[in-house]
């Protein structure tokens, strides 16, 4: 392993290098402004045909999509091993397999969870009145990811966005284009047509010139500063954004949790993809009484760690993304024992890969434990009392993802309901993202919006509300002109009608049927 330095991006193309070997995967194309905004032109007008597309054409080719990624399955791993540095058991674990599970619900289950639904509208009813929701397509959405699970992302939030009616513009990171290509290229192999997926490659100017484009809906994943310059010029244009931004995960382990599955639970949650993920373990609170058994736990398995190139199976921990990413680690790690806490094992770096790191007496006036770090790191601080704890916990400008380890499930679930996160796992630690059918997405400055589950389903479409008069043959009581009885009746309105008793508004009979008279005498 040597040194890296990454220089990904030139004027009129980029380049993908693998940050494991640091040698070269290819060249693409740094899309212009102008070039975007065709894309989403042309995604526009394809729209007009997708959206009349039934449910089961769409579920058809998101079916043979599936089959594509199976026939090449492996080439598909190694890509996403060879262009982000993961180990190529992540990539088919946590990227290939969790996007195949998301396609096959989402091509199955969408026409059933956007299935138009009648709305009880209580006494309207009586009256003959019927509403009923009905969910229409947006149009183009753009889809801005990160590098950090450049294939499950995108190609998840592109299936559900196709399967809502809507066409997709995508815009992988600038550090892995190749796979945001092969995204494309999966969908056009699949025989969906063209201008419904398009790519266009990239770095931050390109991802600004489709925001610029005024898509109907953008998907952002990122960091909180680029999520806070999305969200000001998408609202130039009241574009609506769904922000997937940073994380800070807190674990709490209680002394009568299972010690041996928190320290393996910790120990894949800090570390899996290098720690570069927004619901990676960031602090670990532990109960005192725990807290030596839990570390020495740790520190064991941590050091069972083989770190590598991704395409060697035994490896564990593969390459950091980029120069910039180990750059913010080393600057954690330093500053952790700069501010008195004490590294147990890691700490080093080689090339772009880090050791993973156990720091202990960490405390949360650290800066490294409320800034994102996004590497393998696990630091951990203890806590004496339940109340403590979740304090600790909730003491973040991030709220994405936390855990809560005990045998006592109703402390687990008392304790998870007051985490400030957008999930809370008892028991379980990050790998939610991977369950297509539960709502992703963040508190705080996490994000807003969410993707995944009938929640992100709903982000793709607008509501559109149907409401028929089944009876339209008086006029309204309600309706001009108004007069003495009108007033009169709209006070019965409030007092008997809007009680929402059929008892008290049968009341309103007979200055109702006065009322109508009166509507029907003027005409
Ligand atoms: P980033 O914000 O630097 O870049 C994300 C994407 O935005 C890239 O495609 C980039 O080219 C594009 N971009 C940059 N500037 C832009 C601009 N002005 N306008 C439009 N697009 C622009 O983030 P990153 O370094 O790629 O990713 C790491 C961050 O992503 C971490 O903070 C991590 O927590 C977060 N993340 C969050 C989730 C989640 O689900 N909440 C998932 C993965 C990663």
């Not at 220089?7 to 693409?28: C, M, Q, W």
């Not at 289950?109 to 947006?138: F, M």
Request: net charge neutral; hydrophobic share 40%; proline share 4%.
């Amino acid at each position: 392993m040597s040194a890296v330095i990454q220089i990904p991006i030139d004027e009129n193309e980029i380049i993908s290098y693998n940050p494991a070997t640091g040698k070269e995967l290819g060249r693409v194309e740094n899309t212009s402004a102008e070039e975007v905004k065709v894309a989403v032109e042309n995604g526009r007008n394809a729209f007009q045909t997708w959206r009349k597309t039934s449910f089961s054409e769409r579920r058809k080719l998101i079916m043979k999509a599936r089959e594509i990624i199976l026939a090449e399955l492996d080439e598909i791993a190694l890509l996403i091993s060879h262009e982000s540095g993961k180990p190529v058991a992540e990539a088919l674990s946590m990227e290939i397999a969790p996007v195949l599970d998301l396609m096959q619900y989402f091509a199955r289950n969408s026409e059933k969870l956007l299935k138009p639904r009648k709305i009880g509208i209580g006494l309207y009813g009586l009256l003959g009145r019927s509403s009923k929701i009905i969910y229409q397509p947006l149009g183009v959405v753009g889809i801005i990811p990160a590098w950090n699970y450049p294939f499950s992302i995108p190609l998840g939030e592109t299936v559900m966005a196709l399967m809502a009616g809507n066409t997709v513009v995508l815009k992988p990171s600038e550090l892995t284009p190749l796979i945001g290509l092969k995204i494309g290229e999966i969908c056009k192999k699949a025989g969906i047509p063209e201008n419904i997926v398009q790519v266009v490659t990239g770095a931050g100017a390109t991802g600004a010139a489709l925001v610029e484009a005024v898509p109907d809906k953008i998907m952002f994943t990122g960091s909180v500063a680029t999520g806070k310059k999305i969200a000001e010029a998408a609202a130039k244009n009241l574009t609506s954004a769904v922000l997937e931004l940073g994380g800070k995960d807190p674990m709490i382990v209680f002394a009568d949790a299972n010690l041996e599955l928190a320290a393996q639970g910790a120990v894949w949650g800090a570390f899996c993809n290098a720690g570069q993920s927004c619901s990676s373990v960031e602090r670990l609170y532990v109960e005192e009484s725990a807290a030596e058994k839990l570390t020495e736990l740790i520190v064991t398995e941590t050091k069972k760690l083989k770190v590598g190139i991704g395409t060697d199976e035994n490896v564990s921990v593969g390459a950091m993304s980029s120069e910039r990413q180990l750059n913010i680690v080393k600057d954690h790690v330093e500053s952790f024992e700069k501010d008195g806490a004490k590294l147990l094992t890691g700490g080093k770096s080689d090339g772009l890969f880090f050791e993973p790191t156990v720091v202990v007496n960490a405390n949360n006036s650290m800066r490294a434990m409320q800034e994102e770090t996004f590497g393998p790191t696990l630091p951990i601080a203890t806590f004496k009392t339940e109340e403590e704890a979740i304090k600790l916990a909730n003491d973040s400008e991030f709220g994405l993802t936390a855990s809560v380890w005990t045998k006592d499930s109703a402390k687990g679930k008392r304790v998870a309901e007051r985490i400030e996160a957008g999930t809370v796992c008892v028991n379980e630690v990050l790998y939610t993202h991977g369950i297509g059918q539960t709502p992703w997405g963040g508190f705080k400055n996490s994000g807003r919006g969410r993707t995944h589950g009938i929640e992100g389903l709903m982000e793709l479409v607008q509501p559109q509300h149907i409401h028929v008069n089944k009876l339209a043959i008086l006029p309204n009581a309600w309706w001009m002109p108004y007069s003495k009885t009108a007033v009169e009746t709209f006070r019965g309105f409030a007092r008997y009608f809007a009680s929402g008793s059929l008892f008290q508004t049968s009341k309103l009979s007979p200055q109702l049927t006065k009322r109508i008279k009166e509507l029907l005498k003027k005409k």
